[in-house]
């Protein structure tokens, strides 16, 4: 059951991690590495794609959708297990 709960607050936070590197690229400041999105959607891959299609950022490359992807297949596996 914890399980659940620690898988939410990484989707969360993968979530808003798209929110806060796009909010950083318009504004031209400091971003999040490449390598920070890619191992948190890794991991959290729900949270990833949801981020990356409702702040429409990362949508044209394809390296994010495949560690999405795999982010989601974790997220079901942890959740089943």
Known sequence: ???IYIVIIL????????GLDKF??????????EKTL???SLVAGLGGLAGMEFFRHKTRE???YIANF???LTTIYVTLK
Not at 24 to 33: D, G, L, N, T, V
Request: positive net charge; hydrophobic residues 50%; without cysteine.
């Open 11 to 18: 989707n969360l936070m993968n979530f808003i991690l798209y």
């Open 62 to 64: 394809k390296k994010f």
């Open 24 to 33: 950083k690229a318009r504004h031209k400041m400091w971003r999040i590495s």
């Open 70 to 72: 795999i982010g989601v």
């Open 1 to 3: 059951m914890e399980n």
């Open 38 to 40: 890619l191992t948190f």
